[in-house]
């Protein structure tokens, strides 16, 4: 299929503030890039919100029937610890404090980061673009800049003149006079908001990265690679940029107003600009000190299925904040796992299911053949279920609106007026945008061992299986006494699940 079907697709576009009938330039292929992150250290689970939230904008497109060509850069060099233009560069900061070379450092966090991605099973980009395999077009690019007259130099390096463009800072929905503080001071700079496009090396001084120039040996500015890197691959012009809110201040004013200085147009180089909101964390439970709920791999130490925090995602539309803690998270595992329990025990019921089998391919599929997968899943489906699915269209259409399209995952598993063949069809082709991975992982699978606890899953299994049956009897002491033992060795029954199988890690 090369163009979407069914509900329109409506999208909140940042530029204009206002939600907008999404239609692509090539009705064959959707071309879309995200900000990726900078490789200096884990990512935390705040950065991961942008990346589920990415995913999910990119299955949405791919099940409403269109292919995507989408670019997710790796910022492996030249982002520096505050979007000012001074202060040291994060790569090189993080080099110096591990004792390791910054390719090292590199390359042990990209590969971090892509199994993050793997566990949040979030779909492969169609490429990773990694900023320091583009140096040479990004030194083209500066010189186009400087050769349009839209820089300047200083000791410092090339520096971006923000006045030679006429709308600067419209995304960001500021002027530039209000940017004054927000960007620490470099001698000589005209204009509070200009930025460096190339960072000289200091006098005397060599960075473990730094490339000749024109302008000197020195790196890049860390927004001129995104650029580079989208316009190189997706064209001057594109469908849809994505990247979390903070990005709408300064980074991407500044691709936008390199992107026009470059070719000497209006054109913003995408149609479309997403921004995700930000997961926060009142109760500071992120923070490293504060036991380890700063990484997916933390959460992952304390029994939490990271499938887990992709469905805490899904709950909250993209635009709202987030609010992040232990409790909010441990109930959407038991959500998930409901929604997983369903699963199974539908299938049970259900008749050969051949079919699952293709659902194994959207996992590494580029999102082409999700048309094929749904017809298959869809071909035979009932009146309520082709209605869920219809309700479902419309809620993703409606610039993304996830939290209404989940409780109709929920009522087509529960919906007892269909048969458990067809429920089990109508939640596989959601699922297909939602990414839950509801047909390859069970129960028991989402019943991860919290780093920290004393007992094996199968002795918990085991303890459920004992207390379910002293319930049964009535033996309320001994039922009392198992929940006891179970809880002295980290886990936590719970005992109003109507399925009777809950139980969770102790979160503190
Ligand atoms: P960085 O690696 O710092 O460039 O960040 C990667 C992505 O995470 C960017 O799109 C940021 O805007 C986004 N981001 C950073 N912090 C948060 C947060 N707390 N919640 C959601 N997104 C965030
Ligand atoms: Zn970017």
């Not at 204009?16 to 879309?32: C, G, H, N, Q, S």
């Not at 006429?166 to 995304?171: E, S, T």
């Not at 006891?484 to 699940?497: A, C, H, R, T, Y």
């Amino acid at each position: 299929m090369s163009a979407s079907s069914g509900a329109p697709l409506m999208l909140f576009n940042s530029l204009t503030r206002a939600i907008e009938p999404f239609a692509p330039i090539d009705p064959a292929m959707v071309r879309l890039y995200s900000c990726g992150p900078t490789v200096y250290n884990f990512a935390h689970l705040g950065n991961l919100r942008a990346y589920v939230f990415t995913d999910t904008l990119r299955r949405t497109l791919n099940w409403k029937g269109w292919a995507t060509n989408h670019v997710v850069n790796i910022t492996d060099v030249g982002h520096l610890t505050s979007d000012a233009d001074a202060g040291e560069d994060k790569m090189e900061a993080a080099a110096a404090v591990q004792a390791r070379s910054i390719w090292e450092i590199a390359a042990f966090y990209t590969a971090a980061f892509k199994a993050d991605l793997a566990h949040l099973n979030i779909l492969h980009p169609s490429l990773w673009s990694v900023a320091t395999d583009h140096i040479q077009d990004m030194i083209g690019f500066a010189r186009a800049l400087e050769d349009h007259g839209a820089t300047y130099r200083l000791e410092g390096g090339l520096y971006f003149d923000t006045s030679r463009v006429p709308d600067y800072g419209r995304l960001a929905g500021t002027r530039p006079e209000e940017t004054v503080g927000r960007i620490a001071d470099v001698e000589g700079k005209r204009h509070a908001a200009d930025f460096a496009v190339w960072r000289a090396s200091p006098p005397g001084a060599r960075r473990q990265m730094e490339w000749e120039s024109p302008w000197g040996p020195g790196a890049p500015g860390w927004h001129l690679e995104c650029s580079v890197m989208s316009l190189k691959y997706l064209g001057q012009q594109f469908d849809i940029h994505t990247g979390g809110i903070d990005h709408r201040e300064i980074h991407h004013c500044n691709e936008i107003a390199q992107n026009q200085a470059f070719t000497e147009s209006a054109g913003t180089g995408a149609n479309i600009w997403m921004h995700n909101n930000f997961l926060v964390d009142r109760g500071a439970k992120m923070s490293k000190s504060a036991g380890g709920f700063a990484t997916l791999a933390g959460l992952i130490d304390r029994g939490i299925h990271p499938l887990a925090y992709r469905l805490l995602c899904l709950s909250a539309h993209y635009r709202s904040e987030l609010e992040f803690s232990g409790e909010i998270v441990a109930a959407a595992l038991v959500r998930l796992k409901r929604l997983a329990i369903a699963v199974e025990q539908l299938r049970a019921k259900a008749a050969d299911l051949a079919w699952t089998r293709i659902l194994r391919e959207a996992k590494d599929s580029r999102g082409a053949s999700f048309a094929f997968q749904r017809r298959t899943l869809e071909d035979r489906l009932d009146k309520r279920g082709a209605a869920l699915i219809a309700r479902f269209d419309e809620a993703l259409s409606s610039d993304l609106m996830i939290p209404q399209a989940l409780p109709l995952l929920e009522e087509a598993l529960a919906d007892k007026g269909m048969a458990p063949e067809m429920r089990l069809r109508v939640a596989a082709s959601m699922d297909l945008a939602l990414g839950l991975d509801l047909f390859d992982v069970d129960r028991r699978q989402l019943s991860l061992r919290p780093k920290g606890a004393a007992i094996a899953e199968s002795e918990v299994e085991a303890l459920l299986e004992q207390r379910q049956a002293a319930r049964a009897a009535r033996d309320f002491a001994a039922s009392d006494a198992l929940r006891d033992v179970l809880l002295q060795s980290g886990v936590e029954v719970m005992d109003g699940d109507p399925l009777r199988w809950e139980w969770r890690a102790v979160i503190d």
